[in-house]
């Protein structure tokens, strides 16, 4: 039986690590460019004098994850679910991986746009979070803004409660199996970008990048992968207001086999904290999934 870590910055490595150590199958999943820690400057962490290079310490780490035993699949999840006393967990290429036991380390940071009209909009049309709140937009139109798999995967969810989904991305990353299933569920692909919300009181539109404007109800600003907190739901945990999970100090979540580690258990917000963590939820789920 096998561990699936969801996240590769410093709390999903170091928990590859020490669960692969433990000699059980890992599977590490996430891109290191979208941690925290890709290309940002370290000089507060033990043992690194001076400052460090954030993007080489993650290098450094996933080759010793690899070299321990890890996989690592370079891409982002999309989809988390329990069936039976396994998790199957869902990649944006399509593939599936059943695990017994889960890491959750992948943060829960949302990206902003920083564009005029995002804050002031803010919960008033504004969301950054398909999955919670699609239901309010039933029949509406809306615009998902993003590059990346949780854009694709928000704009085909969209098309099953909006009636018109407007899928913004000047330069889509998502896999191509991603972008045509929102292309093929009704979503309408617009090659640009934004640069303004609209709205007296609630979102009324957005201006786009090549001049034009858009007659919209509700924007979705999803810019990288789900986060941890999203996966969390799709198995049951629910995330606090401030979309961090609550742990035990063995880093355990409320559902069996599921641990957390790093920025999405809360302040603070330091790789010594992310690493201590994911050594702690490496070895525990390690033990889970030996029936320890």
Request: net charge negative; hydrophobic share 45%; aromatic share 6%.
């Amino acid at each position: 039986m096998s561990v699936v870590i969801i996240g590769a910055g410093p709390a999903g490595i170091q928990a590859a690590i020490h669960a692969a150590r433990a000699k059980v199958q890992v599977t590490m999943i996430g891109r290191t460019a979208d941690s925290a820690m890709y290309g940002a400057h370290i000089e507060n962490y033990f043992g690194v004098p001076g400052k460090a290079d954030g993007t080489e310490i993650l290098k450094v780490g996933l080759t010793q994850a690899l070299r321990s035993g890890a996989v690592h699949m370079d891409e982002n999840v999309t989809a988390m679910e329990r069936s039976g006393d396994e998790f199957a967990i869902s990649t944006e290429s399509g593939l599936t991986v059943n695990a017994k036991a889960v890491i959750l380390a992948s943060g829960v940071s949302r990206r902003k746009l920083n564009v005029p009209g995002e804050k002031e909009l803010f919960g008033k049309g504004v969301s950054y979070c398909a999955v919670c709140d699609c239901n309010f937009y039933k029949g509406r139109r809306v615009a998902i803004i993003g590059d990346e798999s949780e854009a694709a995967a928000a704009a085909e969810l969209m098309t099953g409660y909006a009636a018109a989904v407007f899928w913004i991305t000047a330069a889509p990353k998502a896999s191509g199996r991603m972008i045509s299933n929102a292309e093929s569920a009704g979503a309408k692909i617009i090659g640009e970008s934004l640069v303004e919300i609209k709205g007296d009181g609630k979102v009324s539109g957005i201006r786009l990048s090549g001049g034009s404007y858009l007659d919209v109800d509700g924007v979705f600003i999803e810019l990288g992968a789900r986060s941890s907190s999203d996966l969390a739901m799709d198995v049951g945990i629910i995330p606090d207001a401030d979309g961090t999970v609550r742990t035990d100090d063995g880093c355990r979540t409320s559902v069996d086999g599921v641990f957390a580690c790093g920025d999405m258990t809360g302040r603070p917000w330091q790789i010594a904290k992310a690493v201590g963590q994911g050594a702690v939820a490496g070895l525990n789920a390690a033990a889970y999934v030996r029936g320890e």
